[in-house]
């Protein structure tokens, strides 16, 4: 990849520009992946052309509009394995996703003394959802622990997936450590007692192929943003059974079936899951951004973006005074790390002068940040459009960092 990824830079307009005098490196697509010029014209084009409201109008207009809408659906149900394009509900993003999962899954079927298990590796994101069902419906929330590396223990899984359990919601690529969990085996574990299994894939789908199937999840939530679409659009994933047994959570226009005075009744999946005007216009961004994922074949970018990481964790191991947190083998595409005597904000700062994009803080991790026993850590993340290049930048500007702050 490393040949062409020169011409995959060239997609990315943001790119190009400079930032306090310095070629922007960009080594933060963890938090929101740069855009692509596809998806940003897709966007514009569809305000210029075709924009309209889905499902209630029938000009021609609306009927392109709402064709746009559930074409996507169906892309996005082939990119990720999905057997049926009425699986893939749309939602602002990852955040929204999980918590659709814990109001209208978790309240219809919890009950006191059950119990919901995460891992201490999760986002705030799939974590407080669950941390709030617990609280409402009297149920224990329990934790599957790591391994000193930072890999998931399987023998604490096996301890603490029981059959009181309900669901297991687990990443499936930490965003701090870069662990890749073991979904399909505990896929098994978690069938076995009879409990769902909930996966925040906000930091794989972008990165190497997704097949659900394979996977055994019954729920896989990601963003748009992270995918190289656009902000405020992502999806849901859900095996077909478990959505029809789910209630609606935002209640008004277009979830409806017939509604009278005193009751109503709800449209099938996924509509119901998708009440008032979603957002039409990141639909369409995020079908370009899948097809942008596809043409560039995301088996190559998953090979490109871990010799990135394993050579980012190589470079940084070697620097004197540098911590590097996670497995030191199979990673996503990024690597949280720490620099002796310098705050990580002090670090991203330094490094933003230099025009070196990193991010620096907690990264909505808190109960991990505990476990690693820091209040911080600073973290370098990859994209398509990066390469060793940026890993040279970032090297360079840790140590003009470094001779700063300890002179
Ligand atoms: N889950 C994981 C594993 C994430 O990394 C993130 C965002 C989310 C959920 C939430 O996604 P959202 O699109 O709904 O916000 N992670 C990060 C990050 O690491 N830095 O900024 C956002």
């Known amino acids: 990849m490393t040949t062409t990824v020169t011409q995959y830079q060239a997609d990315f307009p943001i790119l190009r520009r400079q930032v ?13 992946s740069q855009k692509p010029t596809a998806v940003i014209d897709a966007e514009l084009e569809y305000y210029r052309h075709s924009n309209a409201n889905i499902l209630r109008s ?56 059950d119990a919901i298990v995460v891992t201490v590796l999760e986002h705030h994101s799939n974590l407080i959802p669950w ?87 019954d729920f896989l939530a990601f963003s748009g943003h992270k995918m190289y679409g656009p902000t405020g659009i992502g999806v849901l994933w859900g095996r077909t059974a478990h959505l029809w047994g789910m209630d609606p959570v935002l209640y008004g226009g277009e979830m409806i079936g017939l509604v009278e005075r005193d009751r109503a009744t709800w449209a099938e999946i996924p509509q119901r899951f998708e009440g008032g005007t979603p957002n039409i216009a990141g639909v369409v961004g995020l079908r370009s951004a899948v097809r942008y994922l596809e043409q560039v074949g995301l088996n190559q970018t998953a090979d490109h973006e871990r010799a990135l990481a394993e050579m980012a964790c190589r470079r940084l191991q070697n620097i004197p005074g540098v911590t590097v947190y996670g497995p030191s083998g199979n990673r996503g595409a990024l690597v949280a790390f720490n620099v002796d005597g310098i705050h990580p904000h002090d670090l991203a700062q330094a490094l933003d002068a230099e025009g ?7 990264h909505c991790a808190q109960p991990l ?9 600073a973290r ?28």
């Open 20 to 32: 306090h005098g310095h070629r922007l490196v960009y080594l933060d697509s963890a938090a929101t």
């Open 58 to 113: 029938v000009h021609t207009l609306a009927e392109e509009s709402t064709e746009a809408y559930e074409a996507t659906r169906r892309e996005v149900a082939h990119f990720i394995g999905a057997p049926r394009p009425e699986e893939v509900i749309f939602t602002r993003g990852t955040t929204e996703s999980l918590n659709l999962v814990a109001r209208g899954w978790g309240d219809a079927h919890l009950e006191a003394g």
């Open 131 to 217: 941390q709030q069902l617990a609280r409402r419906k009297g149920a224990e929330l329990r934790y599957i622990e790591l391994n000193p590396d930072g890999t998931l223990s399987m023998e604490s899984a096996e301890r603490v997936i029981d059959r009181r359990t309900k669901i297991v919601a687990v990443t499936h690529t930490s965003n701090v450590l870069g662990t890749i969990t073991p979904v399909v085996s505990l896929a098994d574990l978690v069938h076995g007692v009879g409990a769902i299994l909930v996966v925040d894939a906000a930091q794989s789908v972008p990165h190497q192929p997704t097949d659900v199937a394979a996977l055994g999840a």
């Open 356 to 362: 070196v994009a990193i991010r620096a803080g907690h």
């Open 369 to 377: 940040m505990q476990w690693l026993g820091v209040p911080a850590t």
């Open 380 to 407: 370098a993340s990859f994209g398509l459009y990066n390469d060793e290049s940026d890993i040279d930048a970032l090297a360079a500007a840790i140590d003009s960092a470094q001779r700063y702050f300890q002179r």
